[in-house]
Every structure is written in C-alpha cells, then in structure tokens.
C-alpha cells in the first residue's frame, strides 16, 4: 500500500482545493436541477409552452390556470432532453477524458453547459428549449464522468472517498443556490422575465468554473499515461504539498509505476478489456450500483418537488418555495456527514444502511400520502408525507447519493479506467432518463403506487450491496486488482515475472534526477525500454 505520507491538513490541503475547484462541475448540475423544478411551476414559462393553459367558468371571471392534457408529456420530454444529452456526454467521456486528459475535459463540460444555458434563456419555441436542454446536458454528462475520475486520480487513498463525496455535496450546494435565487425572482418577477431570468443565471456559475480551471493540475496517472514521467512526479509532489524528492512521493510514485507498467504489459487498452475476468465484474457493479442509486427515485423528488407537495394539497406559494428551499436545505447538509462516513464507517455498511433507509421511507411516503387522500378531514397525515419525503432525502445524501459514484471512481484500473467510468455514468443518465420519463406518468396515473415501487427499490439495494459489493475503504487504486481478483499479467507471462521486470524499469525512471528526466528520450539504454502509450522512453540509470 502506498504510504500516506503526513496526514496533516497543510499536506491535504490542496488536494482539499483542487476537489472544490473540479467539484464546480457537480455544482452546475445541482443548479440546473433546481432550476428546472421551479421553472416547470412558473405561469409564463407553463403557459408559452403548454404545459399550463387558462380555464374559465360559466360565471366569467378573470379564470385559472389548469394543466394541459399534454402537460404531463412535455413535462418528460423536457427533463427527458437534458437526461439524453447526459448519456451521450458520458458516452463521449470515455474517448475525451483519455485522449485530451480530466481537465479540458471538465473544462469541454462547462462550456457546453454554458452554451445550453443561453439557449435555453433565449428560446421562443419548445424545439430551441429541448436543443438547449440537450446540450446543457452533454455538458453535465461529461462532466459527470470526468470530474469524480479526476478527483480520485489526484487524492490520497486515505481520504480518496472524502475527496470524491464532493463532487456530491456540490450538486446539492447548487440545489441550495438555484432553490433561493428562484426563491426571490419569483418574489420579484413576473411573465417570460420570471422564467428566462432564472435560466440565464446559470451561466454565472459556468464562468465561475472557466476561471477555477486555472488551478487545477492535470492528473498525474493521466500524465504518466501520455509518457510524461517527471511532469507526474513533480505533479504528485505539488498535490501531496511535499518535495518531489521526498521518501514519501518516491513510494507513493514508484507503486503508481509499477502498477501502470504491469498493465501495460498486456497491450493497449480495449472495450474487450472491459469483458475479462477481473474487470467485467467490476463493469457489472458500476452499472448496476448507478442503476440503483437512480432508483432510489432521488430524481423524482428533485425534479418535480414542487407538483408533488402541490398534489398532497399543499399552496403553490409554499410548494414552490418554502417545501423546496427546506428540502434543498436538508440535501446539502446531510451530504457533509456522507463525506465523514465513507471513510469512518466504510462504502459497504453505508450503502446496506442507507438503502433500508431509503425503502423504508418511500413506503412511509405512500402511506401517509395514501391515507391523506383518503381521510382529508386530517391534514396532519399530508405533513407526515412531506417528513418522509424529507427523511428520504436525509438518508439519501448521506449514503447512496456520494458513495455510488466514489465506489465507481475507485474499482477500475488506469488503463481502462476512464472506459469503466463512463459505462457506469452512462447507466446513471440512461435510468436518469428512463424514470424521469415514466414517473410523471406513474404519478398520474398510479398516485401514490409509485412510492411503493420505489421502497420496494431500496430493500433490493439493501441486498445487493450486502451479498455483492466488496469493502475498498482505504486501499489504493493500484490495490483494488487484488480486491476484484484480476491479474494483470496472466495472458503473458507470471505475476512474479512481469512485476519483476516492471520494478526494474520503474526504479530505473526513480533513480534519476527530476532534472535529467527530461531527457530520456534521447538517452540510449537497451536493456530496459519502456513503452508508454507508444512512445519509447529510454530510462536514465545513475
């Protein structure tokens, strides 16, 4: 295991900030959620595309507003549009991540997000706002994908988990914002100003991450994936706040070598890869856990907030604001004891308990809303709903909502670790998507069933991570090949054989100073070559 090295804050700290930093990738889909929940419920924006039209009585009168018969299927469509963009965003991660590295990546994101988001502002028809979306979207996607992967590249493993959970608190901090500054223009707006007001100011936040891009490094193992050897080294050292020489940064560095070196000796990465023993499990649990995640039905609740405390018999005064603000309150701040169990308690124990939590009170949503319906002389049992709802929330943001994706960040080895990546985001946005789609019309249709389907969710992943997902708390990713059972070298040569030779190339590398490193690739050396992403290095020995 690669040694932690001081665990001081000065040594963290900026690992600390670089996460915040590419954490702003996750802030401006938190934003976007809370925007669009609002948004939905605006009178101008639902009545300029359809989803809400003027109803008049016999009597005259100054009429109002009722849902369209299509209200339900723009509704989808429109959440629909962002969730497509998302799953064409991480499908595209797979290639951009490694070919132009995490951080343009991030960067790529932010400014198609920002592209989106005008668009969106501007548009005079529902075709302009679905292009918007979807382009909005293919910007969170890839961000989605890459931001959580850069994280883990960059962190130590001793608070890797923390580091990641990150990218989680700051999708729910955007929540927070986006839910206030909605709050107030809808306090102080009106008509098409209300809703292309609230959709241009997210493009403040996606400049706010153009200037953050500055102070992130680039990874170091994507570095020492394009050959750049002392680049990484001295990255290493800048992340650890430690001398590139220290005893500290030569372990830590030398592991990473070794570990890289051993899975190059099998070839150039594939999609086959994915498939072998010893990874294809691992394919298997990163799609399956974000599959999960998404079926804990967090999305619903974010999305369509607003209508669902408006269905319960709540005003759409304190629907639309005051139940929203609380519930966007109660994700931010049940995220931060998340970023302190993952590695206290563990990935494992946190997911079984949190998905009993999560069952547990969806069934007592479907109660309460259920038995509100049906006694409506008590309006008490509506506010037992809403207290599960917010339990749920609770459980969710300190579970499942940052575990699930620092479990898929952490699982896969660098040389198809970006592949791995995005299938498992691409399973996020694909049941995204999915149950984005259907749930408008479950809830039309079934009312309250659907709270049941969802606790029936949660007792499922109760079991599955119980019988299925192995402990990766506090192992290295160099470590987690021998969690997942894959040997690297079996297809060649033995294990000892090819670690052996590994060792000997990289002690090579670390034998040399930072300084002469620079010029390996017009030293001559024979008899221990090195082959990175195709270029031939020529290690200098001292």
């Not at 595309?49 to 369209?68: A, C, M």
């Not at 639309?320 to 990935?347: D, H, M, Q, Y």
């Not at 109660?367 to 409506?376: A, I, K, M």
């Not at 969690?483 to 079996?490: D, I, K, T």
Request: charged content about 15%; aromatic content about 12%; some cysteine.
């Amino acid at each position: 295991m690669a040694s932690p090295g001081p665990s001081g804050g000065v040594s963290n700290m900026y690992s600390y900030i670089v996460a915040f930093a590419a954490g702003m990738g996750g802030f401006l889909f938190g934003y976007e959620i809370g925007i669009i929940d609002q948004v939905l419920t605006m009178p101008g924006f639902a009545l300029m595309f359809g989803l809400k039209e003027i109803s008049y009585d016999d009597h005259g009168g100054d009429g109002i507003l009722v849902s369209t018969p299509a209200s339900a299927d723009i509704t989808g469509w429109i959440t629909f549009s962002f969730l497509v963009g998302c799953v064409l965003g991480a499908a595209f991660s797979s290639y951009l991540t490694d070919a132009i590295g995490r951080r343009f990546s991030i960067f790529g994101g932010g400014t198609m997000f920002m592209i989106g988001g005008i668009l969106q502002a501007a548009s005079s028809s529902l075709y302009m706002f679905y292009t918007g979306r979807f382009i909005s979207g293919m910007g969170v996607g890839l961000m989605s994908a890459a931001v959580p992967l850069f994280i883990a590249e960059t962190a130590r493993s001793s608070v890797r988990g923390k580091l990641i959970s990150i990218y989680q608190l700051m999708i729910t901090f955007g929540i927070v914002v986006a839910s206030c500054i909605n709050a107030i223009i809808i306090s102080t707006t009106s008509g098409d100003l209300e809703w292309r007001l609230a959709l241009a100011i997210q493009v403040i936040p996606a400049f706010v991450l153009w200037g953050l891009i500055i102070i992130l490094p680039f990874s170091p193992r994507w570095l020492l994936m394009r050959g750049k050897i002392d680049l990484s080294r001295r990255t290493l050292a800048r992340l650890r706040s430690l001398p590139v020489d220290s005893p500290e940064i030569e372990k830590e560095f030398r592991d990473i070598l070794e570990g890289y070196e051993l899975e190059k000796r099998v070839g150039e990465a594939s999609l086959r890869e994915l498939l072998r023993k010893g990874i294809r499990n691992r394919v298997v649990l990163a799609i399956t856990i974000q599959m999960l995640q998404q079926w804990t039905g967090i999305n619903v609740i974010l999305y369509y907030a607003s209508s669902i405390f408006e269905s319960m018999g709540f005003g759409v005064d304190n629907s639309s604001k005051l139940f929203v603000i609380v519930n966007s309150f109660v994700v931010f701040f049940a995220t931060i004891p998340g970023i302190w169990l993952v590695e206290r308690v563990g990935r494992k124990r946190c997911l079984v308990v949190g998905g009993l939590a999560l069952g547990l009170s969806h069934l007592g949503v479907a109660l309460f809303y259920g038995l509100s319906l049906r006694v409506q002389t008590s309006p008490s049992l509506a506010w037992g709903a809403v207290i599960c709802i917010y339990l749920f929330t609770l459980s969710f943001a300190s579970t499942w909502g940052p575990i699930a994706w620092v479990y898929q960040s952490e699982i896969f080895p660098l040389r198809v670790r970006a592949k791995g990546q995005a299938l498992g985001t691409m399973s996020n946005w694909v049941w995204n998507a999915i149950i984005a789609k259907i749930s408008p019309l479950l809830l039309a249709n079934i009312g309250y069933y659907t709270y049941v389907i969802f606790g029936g969710m949660g007792i499922i992943m109760c079991l599955f991570v119980l019988f299925f997902i192995p402990e990766t708390r506090g192992r290295t990713l160099e470590e987690m090949d021998e969690v997942f059972g894959y040997n690297s070298s079996s297809s060649s040569s033995s294990s000892a054989d090819v670690y052996d030779d590994a060792a000997s190339s990289s002690s090579s590398l670390l034998l040399s100073s930072p300084s002469s490193s620079s010029a390996m690739t017009t030293t001559t050396h024979s008899n221990s070559k090195m082959m990175i992403m195709g270029d031939e290095y020529q290690p200098l020995v001292s």
